[in-house]
């Protein structure tokens, strides 16, 4: 299966085997609509299945990462929905962070400028975080008279930083700072905005280029292995490198070796 770039509701665009995602209107700091939320949950449940694409990155429009939900289109209506259908759109939007976490692929969010609510959300749930000095990165549903359990928050965001400074940020809704996100270890790395664009390709060409098949696995034992016990996750990952290790991928990093070398991965 090949992915699609003819998206409707945000920017794809594939270049090698790296897709390059950011969100529309950037005169609104990129705001999520329902129609995106939705669009981007399915082309992550696409992607899994994709052998065309290796490596994802999310980047920002204009100079900012996103706003998150768009006021005047998602939480006004929201103010008027019945629980059944608020129940809905939020499980959907609980959809499109699992799809991140379970599409097999690496995703390099790239930051700028605004990142906020649904946007920190997307950030977080990337396995790689690069951001520049100017960005400004807020859980902020508290400030909408909201909990900060949203879309896997109080889940997800203590393992990168810490339950300490997760509850800071969920209960204050203030923004995490550059130094802050790096020192906390929410970002890998911070570079100018000029930069940015060009580290995040770096390294998403990195992973590309590596065994596909063995960073499938990889991502999906960092998921699983949440809820596991030690002894669980030892046996786990022992069959993950036992199955690994019947692969081509394997065995062309060894000939490479010996012949010196540098493998070429097919992810097979």
């Excluded at 599409?103 to 749930?125: E, Q, R, W, Y």
């Excluded at 100018?192 to 990889?218: H, K, Q, V, W, Y």
């Excluded at 991502?219 to 290790?245: G, N, P, R, V």
Aim: hydrophobic letters at 45%; a negative charge.
């Amino acid at each position: 299966m090949t992915m699609r770039s003819n998206v409707k509701h945000f920017k794809c665009e594939i270049e090698g085997k790296v897709a390059h995602l950011s969100l529309y209107r950037p005169d609104k700091k990129n705001p999520l609509s329902f129609e995106s939320y939705a669009e981007l949950r399915d082309w992550f449940l696409d992607l899994r299945h994709a052998e065309d694409i290796n490596a994802v990155i999310f980047g920002p429009n204009g100079g900012n990462f996103s706003s998150g939900g768009d006021v005047h289109e998602i939480i006004g209506p929201l103010t008027k929905m019945n629980m059944k259908d608020l129940l809905s759109f939020t499980r959907m939007t609980g959809d499109l962070v699992k799809a991140m976490i379970n599409c097999g692929k690496p995703v390099v969010a790239a930051i700028d400028g605004v990142c906020a609510g649904a946007g920190a959300i997307i950030a977080m749930a990337s396995d790689l975080r690069i951001a520049t000095p100017e960005a400004k990165t807020a859980f902020l549903f508290n400030r909408v008279g909201l909990a900060g359990c949203d879309m896997g928050a109080c889940a997800i965001l203590p393992r990168l930083i810490g339950q300490g400074r997760a509850a800071e940020l969920l209960y204050l809704g203030r923004n995490m700072s550059s130094d802050e996100g790096f020192s906390w270890g929410f970002y890998n790395k911070i570079v100018s905005s000029e930069e940015l664009n060009e580290a995040a390709l770096s390294l998403a060409n990195r992973i590309a280029e590596g065994p596909s098949f063995a960073n499938m696995m990889t991502k999906t034992m960092l998921a699983q292995e949440w809820a596991m016990s030690i002894e669980q996750a030892i046996e786990a990952e022992a069959q993950a490198q036992a199955i690994c290790m019947q692969g081509e991928d394997f065995k062309r990093a060894y000939a490479a070796f010996v012949a010196k070398e540098r493998p070429i991965f097919r992810g097979n």
